[in-house]
Structure formats: C-alpha cells, structure tokens
C-alpha cells in the first residue's frame, strides 16, 4: 500500500505581509495583482494575469474589479504570485 503523505499548500495574503511588521495570514481569495482590467505586463503588450493572496480583512481595501474577480485559493494556480518586486 503507497502511504505517500500529502503536500499542503498555503498561500499567504500579500498585503499583510508588506504591513510593517510584516504578518503572516492565510488568503482567502486569490485576486488579480492589477488594479484595472486591461493593465499590461511591464515591457509587453500582455495582459498582467498574476494573481496574488488576499485574506478576509484585506479584500475591503482592494478595489472594485479585483474584489469583483476574486477566485477561490489555488496553490497550484500557474498565475498565482508569493511576493510582488517592486
């Protein structure tokens, strides 16, 4: 019998993490990192599909499109992003 454990993912709520100090929370959505629908990728003409973690009390303080494109949480998402570079 293969008694493999299973991998659990978390995925983290990106704005609590750049508070200062910095907070570790669970996302409870996936949102787009875009701020309006048809935002570019710097350098390209493609849409920005990154998706990044938002938790429960930080969805108030996105705005509209992004609280209206909220995804259930996806670790295996390709799109999905752990920190943003700035």
């Not at 910095?22 to 875009?34: E, H, K, M, Q």
């Amino acid at each position: 019998m293969n008694r493999e454990k299973p991998h659990y993912h978390r995925v983290w709520c990106l704005s609590c993490k750049r508070k200062n100090p910095p907070v570790i929370t669970g996302a409870a959505f996936l949102i787009p990192v875009r701020e309006r629908p048809y935002d570019m990728v710097k350098g390209t003409a493609d849409i920005d599909r990154r998706l990044g973690g938002v938790c429960l009390s930080c969805i108030d303080d996105k705005n509209k499109f992004q609280q209206d494109k909220k995804l259930p949480v996806d670790a295996e998402n390709q799109h999905l992003v752990y920190r943003l570079d700035e």
